[in-house]
């Protein structure tokens, strides 16, 4: 399935010339250059291939090998290290940049196997060399078996950020079994203030953004749930303590584009040198390796900012909206989108989704969604889930009738799915009971009443790409929320021969992206929004195959203020889906206005699930008004900068969140106030990332007066300098200022 490399590697880097990938035929030094970042490594006296450097740029002549010299009289990179002790030899403290479990190492190896006679000792040492236009290919064999690992490698020219990834061969006539490989092990120098930075959680209070010291306790973000789950996700960022803050220092990054089980370690060696290894979780894997055959890792992506969080999270959201995003800079900017959920649930009719389309029109939606409850024997969430055909009952015409009208309200039409599960009560499951994940003769565990379709098998897959293919050309369907309602149990395959039963793990996300990738190329217009109970599925292995994200099922505006901080420490707000919906919130029955929750959700793609049947004529006024406003600051919010102001936190009254778009011609800061103390008023919050010789024109978004004292023009300098200070009071109000530069 080399497509899943090809899809995050080869295709997302077209690089112009400025990106170089340099290697040093003489010193067998490699270097990567490009968005203001250099990656280094070269081949030891031994043979090991060590990471040399990786961070600001180096110039080109800055010396990247050591004076001793090899016998020969050639420069060496260095020399590998002897024995330290009798209890660190010399394979423990060599430092690898890619390592086999072997040779008495103690840390992180990039890969573990077991050959066919018992043997578990791999070592591996440099093979050979290439550069493929922008792409460093660098091979490694066993020292004496036919096993060999290739590295590939790639850099941005613009953010710097790297692509890297490994695949194993095994060239015996007998299998050699894989229990464990990561896409790429990242190390950094000795020191003892680097800090770890990572997004934990759990169901509807997702990326709590979390921070520990890195030392020799190994610390391990994963996921064993069969997808990337709720509780870590596969993105780290490391700082330095003291020196890293949102503005400034240095910050190491990364995130593995791989939507199943997981496994990222972070952790000092023997040495004190800093080492991360991410990709499959080894947990419950393993390969055999038949002969000849190879197996390829996900894409691990990583970069590097010498400027702080900001910096790094504003980088990479670039990168990923370049090269990651389907589309990249060219794609569409997201809708404002209307769901039936919260209106209707199961009951799902024509006559009453017809209704709710006229009330999503009055106030300015672009996109019409029927949520679950449209099809087969579906009342409830115990039946029906898995046939995929219109129920005639709820639609005695089809959909078309329905999507007629959405079209005549000028609005497009989609559909929740969620392919990948199974009521046992449905026509499918009682046609092929042995297409779920299971173990033979052992209970089958339910989750919401469902289980799990096992997308390794190939029928499994065919049939549901022919399900979703019909469906989609038979109807005039322009997008599909794309859900997946509950984690592995029993992850069982027993029709595979019993040595490649553990391969369910990677081959089930593998046809999964088959699955949206060809469903993508067979309809070049269809949108796919990502979800998983909320935030249960994203990563940027599914990023790069569909088209927004579902942040989280928690949408109370004041918890989805810090849940979409955390987000996008990782992600682009160009994914990012945020919804209004019913008040008091279903999550912890809070009360907010109307106006609150459109600020808050207008700071990423506005979404609106509130039950349009029981809101007054007051209420249409207040969504349409914020719907218009939102049109004129889409492109800045979604496509734009990212400043953290005052970022969201559980014992901060305030926020503040800044927009600016790329040719900072526009720039919207939101204000946010969570609750009054006294009679004091929030101090002032300063813009960040407008141009300093440009005059702006302020405005409060949605209109209304500025407070008193503010100019209503200056120049980017003073706004930033002298800062704006809303006269807000009460408990979650909110206001937003909209910055427009004056030819």
Not at 121 to 148: C, F, M, N, Q, W
Not at 697 to 710: K, N, S, W
Request: glycine fraction near 10%.
């Amino acid at each position: 399935m080399r497509f899943v490399a090809a899809v995050l590697i080869v295709s997302t880097f077209a690089a112009p010339a400025h990106a170089r990938v340099k290697a040093d035929q003489t010193s067998r030094v490699f270097r990567l250059d490009g968005g203001g970042v250099t990656y280094a490594l070269g081949v030891d006296d031994k043979g090991y291939l060590q990471p040399l450097y990786w961070g600001t740029s180096l110039a080109p002549a800055d010396p990247l090998v050591s004076t001793d010299l090899t016998k020969t009289g050639e420069p060496v990179l260095a020399k590998a290290p002897g024995e330290l002790s009798g209890f660190d030899p010399a394979g423990s403290v060599t430092l690898q940049e890619f390592s086999g479990q072997g040779e008495g190492l103690v840390s992180e190896p990039g890969i573990k196997t077991i050959f066919a006679d018992g043997n578990r000792d791999l070592v591996l040492k440099y093979r050979s060399h290439r550069v493929e236009g922008e792409t460093l290919i660098v091979e490694l064999a066993d020292i004496r078996r036919p096993l060999t690992v290739t590295l590939r490698y790639t850099i941005d020219p613009e953010t710097g950020v790297l692509a890297r990834s490994a695949a194993v061969r095994n060239g015996d006539r007998r299998p050699v079994r894989v229990d464990q490989i990561a896409a790429a092990v990242f190390t950094l120098p000795v020191g003892d203030d680097y800090r770890l930075h990572y997004l934990t959680g759990r169901h509807a209070a997702e990326w709590t953004k979390k921070d520990v010291s890195i030392t020799p306790a190994l610390t391990v973000l994963e996921s064993r749930r069969g997808s990337t789950g709720h509780g870590n996700n596969p993105f780290f960022a490391i700082g330095r303590e003291g020196l890293t803050t949102e503005e400034h220092g240095p910050v190491w990054y990364g995130a593995l584009a791989w939507s199943g089980s997981f496994r990222i370690s972070v952790g000092q060696d023997n040495l004190g040198r800093v080492r991360v290894a991410g990709g499959f979780n080894s947990y419950d894997f393993s390969w055999s390796l038949k002969p000849g055959e190879t197996l390829e890792t996900p894409v691990f992506y990583a970069g590097y900012s010498a400027d702080g969080w900001g910096a790094a999270s504003r980088t990479f959201h670039r990168f990923e909206v370049a090269h990651v995003v389907p589309g990249g800079i060219a794609a569409k900017l997201r809708p404002v989108l209307y769901n039936s959920w919260e209106a209707t649930a199961f009951d799902v009719t024509a006559t009453g989704q017809e209704a709710l389309a006229e009330k999503a029109a009055r106030i300015g939606v672009e996109r019409f969604v029927v949520d679950d409850g449209w099809f087969g024997a579906r009342n409830s969430d115990k039946a029906g889930l898995g046939d995929w055909t219109v129920n005639p009952a709820k639609f005695p015409n089809g959909l078309k009738p329905l999507i007629d009208k959405v079209h005549a309200l000028k609005m497009d039409f989609g559909l929740w799915v969620e392919p990948e599960m199974v009521n046992v009560d449905s026509d499918l499951y009682r046609k092929h009971p042995d297409w779920v994940l299971n173990y033979t003769g052992r209970p089958r565990t339910e989750g919401r009443n469902q289980l799990v379709l096992n997308l390794a098998r190939t029928e499994v897959r065919d049939h549901l790409l022919a399900v979703l293919d019909r469906l989609v050309s038979e109807n005039d369907i322009a997008f599909l929320k794309w859900d997946y309602n509950r984690n592995w149990t029993e992850a069982g395959w027993p029709e595979a021969p019993v040595r490649d039963q553990q391969r369910v793990y990677v081959q089930y996300v593998r046809n999964l992206y088959y699955i949206l990738s060809e469903l993508r190329r067979r309809h070049p217009k269809l949108e796919i929004e990502a979800c998983s109970g909320g935030g249960g599925r994203v990563d940027l292995g599914i990023i790069g195959l569909t088209d927004e994200v579902w942040t989280s099922d928690n949408t109370d505006p004041a918890d989805r203020l810090m849940i979409q901080d955390g987000f996008t420490q990782a992600y682009p707000v160009a994914v990012m889906m945020a919804w209004v919906t019913d008040s008091p919130n279903w999550a912890n029955t809070r009360t907010t206005s109307l106006d609150y929750r459109f600020l808050s959700s207008m700071q990423g793609g506005l979404g609106i699930g509130a039950n349009l049947d029981k809101w007054q004529a007051e209420d249409f006024t207040t969504a349409a008004k914020w719907v218009a406003a939102y049109k004129t600051i889409r492109q800045t919010v979604q496509r734009g900068q990212l400043y953290r102001i005052d970022p969201p936190s559980g014992d901060n009254a305030s926020s503040a969140t800044m927009y600016v778009a790329a040719d900072r011609r526009q720039g919207v800061m939101f204000q946010m106030l969570h609750s009054s103390m006294w009679r004091d008023n929030p101090a002032a919050q300063h813009p960040r990332g407008l141009d300093a010789a440009r005059v702006y024109a302020v405005r409060v978004l949605g209109g209304g007066a500025l407070p008193e004292g503010v100019p209503a023009q200056a120049s980017g300098a003073y706004w930033m300098e002298r800062g704006l200070r809303a006269p807000l009071k009460g408990d979650y109000v909110g206001t937003a200022f909209v910055f427009d530069a004056i030819d």
